[in-house]
């Protein structure tokens, strides 16, 4: 029987600009900008974490990939042997083009996209964000299943696993055909330009095909309803009445958190952190820099506390839109200082599936597991598991 083949394209500039507050990486000036601020890869790392869960079947199939970061230099660390497509010359005629962050462009992930579609393969699984499932429906349309590895900052379509781990899950499934179910997957993105200004501008690209398993492809993300006004006016009551003297309280994106600095009476980054001390805003739309020197005691800050809410329709409470709380800041913020806060409405669109982390450090998303009290109304909380 012949080996099934796989295509392997990583966007390794995708999620480079959550941690420093950009809310994204598309275009040139934007991706300038979060390495000027320190940004670092994330999604190599991440396509990784898919690749060694894959690794268990590497003998079983041929893997197609691009050069460099594109998916050539992660997929050789972890033991495939690779076909290379598109292995042009460099400009000096020396060779290979090295793929490094900032060479590659959405025409780069098209390109590699058709090649695949053109070579036969039967599954292309690719790391990268809503910008990046933008570019492979470009591509390929609905001709071949597809899978995304989540690293974006940007993550609203249904084309993704819920993490790296079970992206790679689900295409091994896929591959050896333990799953055969494939559904039709919607591509979201936003418009970045007016979600760095707060305004939220979704639009519906088309459909592609994705192997499909419950329990490990995510959910299109869904917003709030007018039902659910009183609830979140009762939730910043609480959250305020509650507040301590000398107490960062690190507020996260999202609907359901902002009117809490409405009520207090400061403007809200409503797709990005704020931190408040004392009901004075200290700093506006902060990133994980920012964050870590806040923690350490600066400002005469002697504690800290996490406000978040879960994206509606998925369940996420980390690691989607809100990269800004790191691993390293969760850590020194510690479990306990962690506050959820949701709609009942919201939790109940999950059909009472767990609420999910993807922080990139898996000792972490571990750690995280377990019961939480979820703030629904002023006076009421229920027990909702992080699993």
């Given at each position: 029987?012949?080996?099934?083949?796989?295509?392997?394209?990583?966007?390794?500039?995708?999620?480079?600009?959550?941690?420093?507050?950009?809310?994204?990486?598309?275009?040139?000036?934007?991706?300038?900008r979060a390495v000027e601020l320190g940004a670092r890869p994330e999604a190599p790392k991440r396509a990784m974490a898919a690749l060694e869960v894959l690794s268990s079947i590497k003998h079983e199939i041929d893997l197609l990939t691009y050069p460099g970061d594109m998916g050539e230099n992660q997929a050789r660390a972890v033991g495939f042997s690779t076909v290379v497509l598109d292995a042009r010359a460099d400009d000096a005629g020396n060779g290979n083009r090295v793929w490094e962050p900032g060479y590659t462009t959405p025409q780069d992930t098209e390109r590699a996209a058709r090649e695949m579609l053109q070579a036969g393969v039967d599954l292309i699984l690719f790391a990268g964000g809503d910008g990046t499932a933008r570019n492979i429906y470009n591509a390929v349309g609905d001709k071949v299943p597809v899978l995304g590895i989540p690293a974006g900052v940007k993550i609203h379509s249904s084309v993704f696993a819920t993490s790296p781990k079970d992206a790679g899950q689900l295409a091994a499934r896929f591959l050896t055909g333990e799953v055969q179910v494939i559904k039709d997957a919607e591509v979201m993105d936003l418009d970045e330009h007016a979600f760095r200004e707060g305004r939220v501008t979704a639009r519906l690209y088309g459909y592609v095909r994705?192997?499909?398993?419950?329990?490990?492809v995510q959910n299109l993300k869904s917003g709030s309803t007018e039902s659910e006004l009183a609830a979140l006016d009762g939730i910043a009551d609480r959250i305020i009445e509650d507040m301590e003297p000398d107490v960062a309280y690190i507020i996260g994106p999202g609907t359901t958190t902002r009117p809490i600095m409405e009520k207090l009476g400061l403007e809200a980054t409503l797709l990005g952190v704020d931190v408040v001390l004392n009901k004075q805003l200290l700093v506006a739309d902060a990133n994980e820099e920012q964050l870590l020197r806040i923690l350490h005691g600066e400002d005469g800050v002697k504690g800290a506390k996490i406000i978040v809410t879960i994206i509606g329709g998925q369940g996420y409470v980390f690691g989607r839109g809100n990269q800004q709380l790191s691993p390293e800041v969760i850590r020194k913020v510690g479990k306990d200082n962690i506050r959820i806060v949701a709609t009942r409405a919201k939790l109940n669109a999950l059909n009472r599936r767990?609420?999910?982390?993807?922080?990139?450090?898996?000792?972490?998303?571990?750690?995280?597991?377990?019961?939480?009290?979820?703030?629904?109304?002023y006076d009421r909380e229920v027990m909702y598991k992080i699993g």
């Amino acid at each position: 029987m012949s080996k099934k083949k796989l295509g392997l394209i990583i966007n390794p500039i995708a999620g480079m600009g959550g941690r420093v507050g950009l809310k994204g990486t598309d275009g040139a000036d934007i991706l300038r900008r979060a390495v000027e601020l320190g940004a670092r890869p994330e999604a190599p790392k991440r396509a990784m974490a898919a690749l060694e869960v894959l690794s268990s079947i590497k003998h079983e199939i041929d893997l197609l990939t691009y050069p460099g970061d594109m998916g050539e230099n992660q997929a050789r660390a972890v033991g495939f042997s690779t076909v290379v497509l598109d292995a042009r010359a460099d400009d000096a005629g020396n060779g290979n083009r090295v793929w490094e962050p900032g060479y590659t462009t959405p025409q780069d992930t098209e390109r590699a996209a058709r090649e695949m579609l053109q070579a036969g393969v039967d599954l292309i699984l690719f790391a990268g964000g809503d910008g990046t499932a933008r570019n492979i429906y470009n591509a390929v349309g609905d001709k071949v299943p597809v899978l995304g590895i989540p690293a974006g900052v940007k993550i609203h379509s249904s084309v993704f696993a819920t993490s790296p781990k079970d992206a790679g899950q689900l295409a091994a499934r896929f591959l050896t055909g333990e799953v055969q179910v494939i559904k039709d997957a919607e591509v979201m993105d936003l418009d970045e330009h007016a979600f760095r200004e707060g305004r939220v501008t979704a639009r519906l690209y088309g459909y592609v095909r994705v192997p499909y398993e419950e329990q490990l492809v995510q959910n299109l993300k869904s917003g709030s309803t007018e039902s659910e006004l009183a609830a979140l006016d009762g939730i910043a009551d609480r959250i305020i009445e509650d507040m301590e003297p000398d107490v960062a309280y690190i507020i996260g994106p999202g609907t359901t958190t902002r009117p809490i600095m409405e009520k207090l009476g400061l403007e809200a980054t409503l797709l990005g952190v704020d931190v408040v001390l004392n009901k004075q805003l200290l700093v506006a739309d902060a990133n994980e820099e920012q964050l870590l020197r806040i923690l350490h005691g600066e400002d005469g800050v002697k504690g800290a506390k996490i406000i978040v809410t879960i994206i509606g329709g998925q369940g996420y409470v980390f690691g989607r839109g809100n990269q800004q709380l790191s691993p390293e800041v969760i850590r020194k913020v510690g479990k306990d200082n962690i506050r959820i806060v949701a709609t009942r409405a919201k939790l109940n669109a999950l059909n009472r599936r767990p609420l999910l982390v993807d922080t990139g450090d898996d000792e972490l998303n571990q750690m995280l597991k377990g019961y939480y009290h979820i703030l629904v109304s002023y006076d009421r909380e229920v027990m909702y598991k992080i699993g």
